[in-house]
């Protein structure tokens, strides 16, 4: 099993990029994904937010109200401290399973996780390479606006919630720059699937050799 690290800022297109690596052959694990499964009304954690936070943010449906949940702790650090610290041991646990489960097979695991570098992922998990996907602030900032109907000013705090691009950029073995069409994008996962491969197979000879 080789593990890739996936990571970007907000409105980078990580997840994007993510998704066409699952489409030619990697096994992805979504730690967005596995966040909303552990906020659902059926999950503990659930009990534990709306304890923490309050009734208010239960819409009619008997849901969380994510984007009033991520309004009001992106604007309080210990808020975001306090949800962090429900959330991301139920996140991690089902990542380590996940992974566990994948262990003994030669698969390529994209682990899609937004904190990678800023939760000590690669350690955490055992991350053979680290794929950042990076783009301008003011071009990710306009792409959150139109896709998630967010204010400039609400972006660029999610934003700058995150590690900075600098520093994300230096934890990187692979960087796409993602900054054109879609099938632009597409062409620079092919590459970075025929680099994956290529590390794929010099683990497997490296671990043919021993």
């Known amino acids: 099993m080789l593990v890739v690290g996936c990571t970007g800022g907000i409105g980078s297109g990580k997840s994007t990029v993510a998704a066409l690596l699952g489409e030619r052959g990697a096994v992805v694990v979504d730690a967005d994904a596995i966040a909303r499964a552990a906020l659902e009304p ?75 570098v ?34 400039p000013d609400a972006a660029r705090a999610r934003a700058a919630a995150q590690v900075s691009r600098g520093e994300r950029l230096r934890a990187a073995d692979y960087v796409i720059v993602n900054i054109g069409s879609l099938d632009e994008l597409a062409q620079m996962v092919d590459a970075a699937w025929r680099w994956i491969e290529r590390l794929r197979l010099e683990r497997a000879g490296a671990a043919g050799a021993t």
């Open 118 to 151: 800023e939760t000590g992922g690669r350690q955490r998990y055992g991350v053979d390479a680290v794929l950042v996907v990076d783009a301008p602030e003011e071009l990710a900032v306009a792409r959150v606006v139109s896709t998630r109907r967010m204010t």
């Open 42 to 116: 059926s999950e503990p954690a659930f009990d534990a937010v709306v304890e923490r936070f309050g009734p208010g943010l239960v819409g009619e449906d008997g849901r969380l109200d994510r984007a009033g949940l991520a309004e009001l702790v992106f604007c309080d650090p210990m808020a975001r401290a306090d949800l962090e610290a429900i959330v991301h041991p139920l996140v991690r646990r089902v990542i380590a399973e996940r992974l566990d489960a994948e262990r003994s097979g030669e698969r390529v695991v994209v682990l899609d996780v937004p904190l990678l």
